[in-house]
């Protein structure tokens, strides 16, 4: 029998140390007898295991009567889905599943098919799975409360995590270094160190003012059926989801249509992402609403490229159905 054991870590940044120390206790150790180590460096857990480059490698190593252990089951599966499949897997293989840390850690073989383990192993599993689901839940509003409030969400610059942007500006300011040479020495890119001149640098294009970034914006009425199937994706961007967030709801009777200002290509990609709602098996009223607003946006964005003294004052739709009825532009 041989001890199969596996280690992950979702980013680069990230490191397997607290992973071996578990595994050393136990006498997992790379290169001890019987002991063989597999690993999946930089690798999210939103991959499902068998699918994983090191796992694949363990899985082809793997012989009946293996077994297969990790310092917590997290890193090895995230969800309930992932660790039946797992369970799966080892059960066809007949190779034992151990986790040396957490709530299933007295379990020899996790893997076991009696409907004590079963069901333990569903009940554990499910209960983290929720307490993700309601972390990312919490995640999502509070983004929604700092745009609300103006914040810009992302990463910080990487001169900025490091603390040396007033002295890059120096360098460049007054020692004359180039911006090759201080991107050598902060060990950061080029773009980094433009991003930290940005206002130094000669003959940079003028950036555009608050104002006219948002005359750029176009507001366009989303149709309820619409807003409702976007604002219950997950996977939409920041952007997109800031759009909606950002959004008027009116209300008419019993309906309501989401009024939304944002850029024509994040326009767009509302639009994209509901392109379930044009599928041959959705319901007629669904592509009808999601064809209302295509019609509004591509009118929308024809407006909004007239010289501003052409443009009308609030449309009246029923005057542009020619315009509606023109092919869109690619």
């Not at 986790?99 to 079963?118: E, I, M, P, R, Y």
């Not at 990463?155 to 020692?175: A, E, F, K, M, N």
Request: net charge positive; hydrophobic share 40%; charged share 20%.
């Amino acid at each position: 029998m041989a001890d199969l054991v596996y280690t992950r870590v979702s980013t680069d940044e990230q490191s397997t140390q607290r992973q071996t120390y578990l595994l050393g206790q136990a006498g997992l150790i790379d290169g001890a007898d019987g002991v063989r180590l597999f690993s999946d460096p930089a690798t999210s857990s939103k991959i499902p295991a068998l699918e994983r480059a090191g796992f694949k490698k363990l899985a082809g190593y793997a012989r009946p009567g293996d077994r297969l252990t990790v310092s917590e089951l997290y890193r090895l599966c995230r969800d309930l889905t992932d660790i039946l499949a797992l369970r799966t897997w080892c059960q066809q293989h007949q190779v034992q599943l151990r986790v040396l840390g957490g709530a299933l850690s007295n379990f020899t073989d996790l893997a076991a098919t009696d409907a004590t383990t079963t069901m333990l192993v569903n009940i554990v599993v499910s209960v983290g799975q929720f307490q993700r689901d309601l972390q990312n839940e919490q995640t999502r509003d509070g983004l929604h409360a700092g745009w609300a409030k103006g914040n810009v969400s992302g990463r910080r610059p990487r001169h900025t995590q490091l603390g040396v942007t007033d002295q890059i500006r120096r360098s460049y300011r007054d020692d004359g270094m180039s911006i090759a040479a201080l991107a050598r020495e902060h060990g950061v890119s080029r773009v980094a160190i433009r991003t930290a001149l940005a206002d130094l640098l000669p003959n940079q294009p003028e950036q555009p003012t608050p104002a006219a970034a948002a005359a750029q914006a176009i507001r366009v009425e989303i149709a309820g059926k619409v807003a409702s199937h976007l604002t219950s994706r997950t996977d939409l961007g920041e952007t997109e989801q800031h759009a909606l967030h950002r959004g008027r709801t009116v209300r008419r009777g019993q309906g309501f249509s989401l009024h939304v200002t944002a850029l024509p290509q994040v326009h767009q990609a509302l639009l994209a992402a509901a392109g379930a709602l044009d599928a041959d098996a959705a319901a007629p009223a669904d592509r009808k609403a999601y064809r209302i607003y295509a019609d509004r946006l591509r009118l929308a964005v024809q407006l909004a490229a007239l010289p501003p003294d052409s443009r009308p004052g609030p449309p009246d739709l029923s005057k542009y159905d020619t315009l509606l009825r023109q092919p869109a532009v690619p």
